[in-house]
């Protein structure tokens, strides 16, 4: 029972995070399901066939998978696209620094440059770091990212903010920084491609999806003349 509302929250939880009501697309869900098992009843009795009602079963089973993962793929399409700001917005700072700008008020004047999501991450990270001049501004910073390497980049920048632009640390921050510059530019290209080969299999899925209706109301026809219904 206690496994159970874990799991719960946690699919609510997500379904928050990913900008969603949690009542809302459950009642879509529960719904979507009582109309098309009612169908696939009608279909099971008008018919006297049951391939067609676990067609519209599957269809049902399909449509839950969807549904259900709604917020895993709106969550990660975020993620990806924060840390991709992240790289494009901190790219100003790694120009900042670079021309003497201290950390603090290099990442005052990222601000600007970001939207309004990642302008309120920082605005905190630089209210935290007001009253705490340790590490941990800069970890709770990294933790709305799921990238380690930017954690790993944040650590660096609170390292340059101790020792100065000019430290070795300085180095580690471009290296680390530029490896996950590499990272998004190779991922946003495979994204790129994989959007093109997406483009290529819907015609596919189409006719798969209008042959298999087709199929279903020949059943349901034959259902028909074969019982006289």
């Known amino acids: 029972m206690e496994k159970n509302e874990k799991t719960n929250r946690r699919f609510s939880l997500k379904m928050v995070e990913a900008g969603l009501n949690p009542k809302k697309e459950i009642f879509t869900i529960i719904f979507a399901d009582i109309l098309l ?31 259900i993962g709604k917020a895993d793929r709106l969550n990660k399409e975020k993620n990806e696209k924060m840390e991709s700001e992240f790289v494009h917005v901190f790219s100003y700072f790694k120009v900042f620094v670079n021309n003497g700008r201290p950390v603090y008020n290099a990442l005052e004047d990222c601000v600007r440059y970001s939207s309004k999501d990642m302008a309120d991450l920082l605005e905190d990270l630089l209210l935290s770091v007001d009253k705490d001049k340790t590490v941990k501004p800069y970890l709770a910073f990294s933790e709305h990212f799921k990238s380690l390497e930017i954690r790993q980049v944040m650590i ?74």
């Open 37 to 67: 098992l009612a169908v696939a009843i009608y279909a099971y009795f008008s018919t006297g066939m049951l391939i067609a009602s676990l067609s519209i079963v599957l269809i049902a089973i399909v449509g839950d998978y969807y549904l």
């Open 156 to 229: 660096s920048i609170f390292k340059m903010s101790n020792e100065g632009p000019s430290s070795q640390y300085a180095m580690q921050f471009g290296s680390v920084f530029a490896s996950l510059s590499d990272e998004k530019r190779k991922a946003e290209i495979n994204k790129y491609s994989g959007s093109l080969d997406s483009m290529n299999f819907l015609p596919l899925a189409d006719s798969a999806l209008t042959i298999g209706l087709i199929i279903v109301a020949i059943v349901v026809i034959m259902g028909r003349l074969t019982y006289g219904i």
